[in-house]
């Protein structure tokens, strides 16, 4: 059923779509005639409303990757594609308790506050105050935001909790704030961080090593989508490629009964010399 104030997406037989908020007494004008939106709200979900001219739009559902790309935007948002395997890798479900920094336009804001549900709770910082607004006023235009409590101050102080569940970072130098991000979480707590150079991962890499940090990745999402055509299967000509560099973590206290247990071939031996030399440098 559609409600006054909810949104769904009008889709038209060119196969444009209008992500629109469906208000009583409303009216939407396009190229095919005008669109009442009483009689959207009286066909629903699902079924199909006529313009003046008699062109029928379909009325869709939004989805949640609908909704992300449909967000006002001052800065560059995360990409569904790499918002999904975030919220996957931090374990983000219904009673998750989830750090966030900076906010930016909200695109990732909007998911962890989809995805933590009732019973959990978002907490994300923004030290810009125009992005912080924006942040604001895309979670209220999404109908979301009830489990969001926003930070308008540099990360830099640290953070108000002290045993969040998981942390995602998203700040030009993250390997500053590594301290903060320890006493932020609990022990064995998922991390996260967006970074869209290789310099930028070689810094956060050799910060690691100096923090008690386990369970190391680095990725990147790349997606192509096939032609539907069932006689003439083929890729699409363009695909969504890079778009940032995805590194994830454990904060997980040292153990020397571990470190003396692990077996270490040729290449691991070099790399741990590695890692003591750097360390030894670093004093």
Not at 239 to 256: E, K, W
Request: charge should be neutral; glycine fraction near 8%; proline fraction near 4%.
């Amino acid at each position: 059923m559609l409600k006054s104030g909810q949104l769904a997406i009008l889709l038209n037989p060119a196969g444009k779509r209008y992500l629109k908020k469906i208000d009583s007494g409303q009216e939407m004008h396009t190229a095919h005639g005008i669109i009442s939106m009483d009689q959207v709200l009286a066909a629903g979900y699902g079924d199909l409303v006529e313009t003046s001219q008699g062109i029928p739009y379909k009325i869709l559902r939004p989805t949640l990757k609908d909704l992300l790309k449909g967000v006002k935007r001052q800065t560059q948002i995360i990409y569904p594609k790499d918002i999904a395997y975030i919220c996957l890798r931090l374990g983000v479900g219904n009673g998750t308790r989830v750090i966030e920094a900076g906010s930016g336009s909200g695109s990732l804001t909007l998911a962890l506050s989809w995805f933590t549900g009732t019973e959990g709770h978002v907490y994300t910082y923004e030290a810009r105050e125009e992005f912080y607004n924006l942040c604001s006023r895309n979670l209220a235009w999404a109908g979301l935001g009830h489990n969001v409590t926003q930070y308008l101050r540099d990360i830099k102080d640290g953070f108000e909790q002290t045993d969040a569940d998981a942390l995602f970072l998203d700040v030009r130098e993250p390997w500053a704030y590594m301290d903060n991000v320890i006493k932020a979480v609990k022990p064995g707590a998922p991390l996260a961080f967006l970074v869209p150079t290789t310099d930028q991962i070689s810094m956060l890499l050799k910060e690691f090593e100096r923090q008690p940090i386990d369970d190391v990745e680095v990725l990147e999402i790349l997606v192509r989508n096939w032609k539907i055509t069932p006689d003439r299967l083929r890729p699409e000509d363009r695909m969504v490629s890079h778009t940032g560099f995805l590194i994830f973590a454990r904060y997980q206290q040292s153990s020397p009964a571990w470190d003396a247990n692990r077996k270490l071939g040729t290449r691991e031996r070099k790399q741990e010399a590695a890692r003591i030399s750097r360390l030894e440098d670093a004093v």
